[in-house]
């Protein structure tokens, strides 16, 4: 049971833990194998250690092989929370409790584990380690992520892993009170973006399918260049304005495509999945 974050408390170190809470937040289960519920628990009280990354150390007591320092705190029941900050008891919980009423609890006192990933996040993006900063975010609660602050963080993630579609969408949910000089300069690097992917191919492209929507063969062509330019949300909505009325058009040259740039894509691509589930509904 022992890791870094996580001790079982004897008569041998219980002393020093409580000093240790001058230090470092202790939180202390009390726990016995005929009270299933403070046994079940405890796995997820370590994941919530590790959470904080030793911002708080968890204190486990065996209340069977250690009644007399039990006995010394007073519990009363089984299980039961106890938080000792500087030395002394801050908080405390009776009885079965789930681990969001645990987590909220500690969030009285403790800073959100979740917000320091977030800004870990952040600072990996500055330094360009965007597929890093990623494996983070996607660890966030939906709560987190929900969150304006968190929104430009992914933007800016995404921005660097060139999924510009992806970006813009979690810029436009962003309140005004947020827009601030991050917001700014997440919308100018998309602005370059997408201005450094504008050759003078496309261009010409794009103003002689202006002149004839018909084309399906300019229609094919832009929309391919589109992809490689990582504008691929303009890529699949140019092909499927299309296929939603002839899925076989141009002999299913253009639902190959359209199926190409959603491969490509990827599972987990919000863009893509938007169009699966167009597509799907054609299908099916």
Known sequence: M??????????????????????????????????????????????LAQQYQGQMTLALLDCESQPAIAGQFGVQMLPTIALFVSGQPVDGLGGPQSIDSIRAMLAKHLPNPELQLLDQAKQLNQQGQFDSAQTILVTLSDEIRHHPEAKLVMAETLIGLEQIDAAKAFLEQIPLEYQDNYFESLVAKIALTQQAAESPELLELESAFAQNTNDLELRL????????????????????????????????????????????????????????????????
Not at 3 to 30: A, C, R, Y
């Open 221 to 284: 062509e832009l929309a391919t260049l589109y992809h490689q330019a990582k504008r691929n949300e303009e890529a699949l909505e140019l092909l499927w304005q299309v296929l939603m009325t002839n899925l076989n058009v141009k002999d299913g040259e253009i639902k190959q495509r359209f199926m190409d740039i959603l491969s490509a894509l990827g599972q987990g691509d919000r863009v893509a999945s938007t169009y699966r589930r167009k597509l799907y509904s054609l299908l099916y």
């Open 2 to 47: 022992t890791t870094p974050f996580v001790v079982e408390l004897t008569e041998h170190n219980f002393q020093q833990l409580i000093e240790s809470s001058l230090n470092t937040p202790l939180l202390i289960h009390f726990w016995a194998n005929p009270q299933p519920e403070s046994v079940e628990i405890i796995p997820a009280l370590q994941n």
